[in-house]
T-cell receptor
Framework: DGGITQSPKYLFRKEGQNVTLSCEQN?????MYWYRQDPGQGLRLIYYSQIVNDFQKGDIAEGYSVSREKKESFPLTVTSAQKNPTAFYLC????????????FGQGTRLTVV | AQSVTQLGSHVSVSEGALVLLRCNYSSSVPPYLFWYVQYPNQGLQLLLK??????LVKGINGFEAEFKKSETSFHLTKPSAHMSDAAEYFC???????????????FGKGTHLIIQP
């Protein structure tokens, strides 16, 4: 089935560690996005990529990094510079046209221990 | 710049009652508007979307929304609430033209719908 796979579903990080969240899609979509979700704050855009080997910062990019070496993959690294990383992270894709909806993965819940 | 305001972080209705979730948007160009639903610890699922065709849009699970340009609103309704409708609902806007700046959808903060038995 076509879709977006995020892994792992749950992730625990110690203080000072970098962790990488995986997002893979087989929808053949050009655009991919990472959102952070905190209770009562909706979804906030971290990074997005419209094409392979290119990506742009969103509203809250500090402490995060991404890569887009393949069309299918858009991993997000949460670095030690992110002071409050505990959140629910959602990966999404769109076909690139503004009248098309976003498709979401099932999310990764990251907790700092 | 585009923005979305969802009135009411929590809405409680009785089973069988009308559901009304409010969404107002701000956009400098014709918008595309979306409603998504999210169940606990899951991703978002599209309920319906407005893309400049009919102003009354019907979606899945009996939901519908009406685009009112004069009121800059896109409220979500369902005639009769069901227990399975309990979830978080997000309104989102995407501008029709690319004017630079951040891409992607802009989301409201969400409305948690509670269904009372």
């Amino acid at each position: 089935d076509g879709g977006i796979t995020q892994s792992p579903k749950y992730l625990f990080r110690k203080e000072g560690q970098n962790v990488t969240l995986s997002c893979e899609q087989n929808l053949n979509h050009d655009a991919m996005y990472w959102y952070r979700q905190d209770p009562g704050q909706g979804l906030r855009l971290i990074y997005y990529s419209q094409i392979v080997n290119d990506f742009q910062k969103g509203d809250i990019a500090e402490g995060y990094s991404v890569s887009r070496e393949k069309k299918e993959s858009f991993p997000l690294t949460v670095t030690s510079a992110q002071k409050n990383p505990t959140a629910f992270y959602l990966c999404a894709t769109t076909g690139g046209r503004r009248d098309t909806e976003a498709f979401f993965g099932q999310g990764t819940r990251l907790t700092v221990v | 710049a585009q923005s979305v305001t969802q009135l009411g972080s929590h809405v409680s209705v009785s089973e069988g009652a009308l559901v009304l979730l409010r969404c107002n948007y701000s956009s400098s160009v014709p918008p595309y508007l979306f409603w998504y639903v999210q169940y606990p610890n899951q991703g978002l699922q599209l309920l319906l979307k407005y893309t400049s065709a009919a102003t009354l849009v019907k979606g899945i699970n009996g939901f519908e929304a009406e685009f009112k340009k004069s009121e800059t609103s896109f409220h979500l309704t369902k005639p009769s609430a069901h227990m399975s409708d309990a979830a978080e609902y997000f309104c989102a806007v995407s501008e029709a033209y690319s004017g630079g700046g951040a891409d992607g959808l802009t989301f409201g903060k969400g409305t948690h719908l509670i269904i009372q038995p």
